[in-house]
């Protein structure tokens, strides 16, 4: 199976608050987990990324936390920011392929 | 430095036209890539082209055909538009197996 499941669909969070996204996945042969950003009217640019190997990575306010045994991992956003409202999609790569498998993404919206 | 450029920016089509999506990068990636993405349905692989001189086919490829022209370009054709291909699309390149892409502004397509 070689699909990412992400939710929510949407979110809205006031600033400062913590934003949370999830993605689930059934596949053990992925090895690699990159979060994309967009803006509206813009391509997808990667956020952070982390390997099955590590249960947690931050940049600055950005975390990802990652649950092997559980097929789980998930974008936290601390202290959130109204610059911070674009689309998220979580992916996951094949072992070694060449393919991405992108989640169906989320729309966050930061209310100041 | 410009990165991945795609022409055009908007496309109208009537059915049953043909039309070329032009991507050209200046990043000196071997990795090529084509996506659609559809609201709720995340970002889905139409073809990719792992190296100069080949192309595979991704998770969506019917109604389309692809051209690695040389190292900096990657061109998507549409031979006989149906609506259900009304999306916007994106290139993006990558050094190698999809570690990191990167993603051009993409093209919004309304078929008619």
């Known amino acids: 199976q070689q699909q990412v499941k992400q939710s929510p669909q949407s979110l809205i969070v006031q600033k400062g608050g913590i934003s949370i996204i999830n993605c689930a996945y059934e596949?053990?042969?992925?090895?690699?987990f990159p979060w994309y950003q967009q803006f509206p009217g813009k391509g997808p640019a990667l956020l952070i990324a982390i390997r099955p190997d590590v249960s947690e990575k931050k940049e600055g306010r950005f975390t990802i936390s990652f649950n092997k045994s559980a097929k789980q991992f998930s974008l936290h956003i601390m202290d959130s920011q109204p610059g911070d409202s674009a689309t998220y999609f979580c992916a996951a790569r094949m072992d070694s392929s060449y393919k991405l498998i992108f989640g169906s993404g989320t729309r966050l919206l930061v209310r100041p | 430095n410009a990165g991945v450029t795609q022409t055009p920016k908007f496309q109208v089509l009537k059915t049953g036209q043909s039309m070329t999506l032009q991507c050209a990068q200046d990043?000196?990636?071997?990795?090529m890539y084509w996506y659609r993405q559809d609201p709720g349905m995340g970002l889905r692989l139409i073809y990719y082209s792992a190296s100069e001189g080949t192309t595979d086919k991704g998770e969506v490829p019917n109604g389309y055909n692809v051209s690695r022209l040389n190292k900096r370009e990657f061109s998507l054709r549409l031979e006989s538009a149906a609506p259900s291909q009304t999306s916007v699309y994106f290139c993006a390149t990558g050094r190698s197996s999809a570690y990191e892409q990167y993603f051009g502004p993409g093209t919004r397509l309304t078929v008619t």
């Open positions: 596949n053990t042969a992925f090895d690699y």
């Open positions: 990043m000196n990636h071997n990795s």
